[in-house]
């Protein structure tokens, strides 16, 4: 057994990993990131960038649909699956060069293979042993499937439905969270049938209950048929086709199901309850600090508790890096962490629901305006519907914003200032929104919720 000593020692060089592992160099640390795979996790290699990929040769068809409207003469020929794996595959083969280039500039040793913690506190990696003043844990997550339902060349998740060589027809994408929102709208843009079947009463659950009802009738209109309430009691799978028997009986037929009902904890086969770190439902415990039960040993990323958002990976690796060089940060506020969902329409949001915001401030205490994208000339230049919502405390700050429409993942920041600096709708009534932008209908919610509202009553 080889010992190697470092600073640092990051377990899993994703979004979460890899953001500790520069933060700390960029320190003076030394640090080593084993990483069994390439480096960028989840997210770079079978999440964010490949899925928004897919999700932009989906508009590229839809503008090419739309074109008339707006005078272009063009006609959508077809799909070719492959060339689109290929652009995804080079766009993610650009992005982990380029990140591979920056850890070896920040001085960072990879170490290829899969690594486990020992009971006293050191990383394992095949016959050599990493041991650091400090250990981070980012070793991700999985998709989940459900008991009864077997996973095959048809019944897929979305880490399969990324390297799919064909488009699906008919696809029943079970559960109606951000990835089945997204494979849905961006397979009913590539020509398919899609039916969702979501457990809960509404789509994207946990959103503010008016983003679910914008983007379940935007999915109507598309022709995306939603099941809700509905639970898949089985699914199998036959050489051309998936029946899918829902509780209470009815069957559903396809040539695709996707399983999209929530990532789970990697946090199995690496040794942690035998070095003594707790876990709590495959979950690693950890405190406002990201520090685990374990002295010395942190934990970030998709296995802690909370939003498995790749964004928020980062954060946390910065935020663990900073502490263990003695800077003293300030902790990470969820609420502040904004949420998109690259569907079409698309959904963006930050702070609190209208639920949440009652049920802390009671109904009396908010206030909420929604303007919608009609009002709007640049989103009706763009071609897409959706609104804006905003919700205050009654003479008091910005607690949520809430956005559906085609391009509002990029408004979110200001909304997000918003709620993070405690802003009042007066304090930021005076700021002027450039003239066409869509950003202007964030600007007239606060208008609105001022007391002096422009284009609406
Ligand atoms: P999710 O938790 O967002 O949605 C899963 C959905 O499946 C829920 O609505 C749930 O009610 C439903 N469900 C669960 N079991 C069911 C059953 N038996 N029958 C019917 N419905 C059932 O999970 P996801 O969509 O798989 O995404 C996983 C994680 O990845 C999430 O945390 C998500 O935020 C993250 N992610 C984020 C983005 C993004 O930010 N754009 C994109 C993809 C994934």
Redesign the pocket.
């Known amino acids: 057994m080889t010992e190697h000593t470092f600073d640092l020692v990051v377990l899993g060089g994703g979004s979460g990993g890899y953001a500790a592992a520069l933060r700390a160099a960029e320190l003076g640390k030394s640090v080593a990131l084993v990483e069994r795979d390439r480096l960028g996790g989840t997210c770079l290699h079978r999440?964010c960038i490949p899925t928004k990929a897919l999700l932009h040769a989906a508009e590229v068809a839809d503008t090419v649909r739309s074109a008339s409207t707006s005078g272009v003469q063009a006609t959508l020929g077809g799909f070719d699956p492959i060339a689109m794996i290929a652009h995804r595959r080079s766009i993610v083969d650009r992005k982990t060069k380029g990140l591979e280039g920056l850890i070896a500039r920040r001085g960072i040793t990879v170490v290829a293979g899969s690594g486990s913690l020992t009971s006293d506190r050191a990383v394992r990696v095949g016959d050599d042993l990493y041991r650091g003043t400090d250990i981070v844990l980012a070793t991700g997550s999985f998709s989940r499937t459900?008991p009864g339902i077997e996973l095959g060349e048809r019944i897929i998740t979305s880490d399969a439905a990324l390297t799919l060589e064909r488009i699906p027809e008919r696809v029943i994408v079970?559960?109606?969270?951000?990835?089945?929102v997204?494979f849905a709208s961006a397979w009913r843009s590539l020509g398919a049938e899609v039916t969702i079947?979501?457990?809960?009463d509404r789509l994207v659950?946990?959103e503010d209950a008016t983003l679910s009802a914008s983007l379940e009738r935007a999915f109507r209109r598309r022709g995306i048929v939603s099941k809700l309430g509905a639970?898949?009691a089985s699914a199998v799978e036959s050489a051309d086709g998936v029946r899918v028997t829902l509780e209470g009986g009815d069957t559903l037929e396809g040539d695709t199901l996707l399983v999209?009902?929530?990532?789970g904890p990697a946090t199995s086969g690496l040794g942690l309850e035998h070095a003594g770190v707790a876990l709590e439902r495959g979950f690693v415990v950890v405190d406002e600090s990201l520090r685990t039960n374990v002295p010395g040993v942190w934990a970030v990323g998709d296995i802690t508790p909370g939003?498995?958002?790749a964004h928020r990976g980062f954060q946390q690796g910065i935020f663990v890096a900073e502490q263990i060089a003695q800077l003293a940060p300030a902790p990470i506020d969820e609420r502040l962490i904004p949420?998109?969902?690259?569907s079409s329409p698309e959904l963006a949001s930050v702070g609190i629901t209208q639920a949440a915001a009652e049920e802390l401030y009671g109904a009396e205490g908010i206030k909420s305006v929604e303007f919608d994208l009609a009002g709007n000339a640049r989103s009706e230049i763009l071609g897409t519907r959706g609104l804006v919502k905003v919700i205050r405390k009654v003479d008091g700050p910005v607690v949520g914003v809430h956005l559906v429409g085609d391009r509002v993942g990029e408004l979110i920041t200001e909304g997000q200032l918003a709620v993070a600096w405690d802003a009042h709708p007066e304090d930021i009534a005076p700021l002027i929104h450039a003239h066409p932008t869509q950003s202007e209908a964030l600007g007239e919610a606060f208008l609105a919720l001022a007391g002096k509202p422009l284009h609406s009553l």
């Open positions: 999440g459900i079970l559960g109606g969270g951000v990835i089945g997204e079947v979501e457990g809960l659950p946990n639970r898949v999209a009902v929530g990532r939003l498995q958002l949420r998109v969902t690259y």
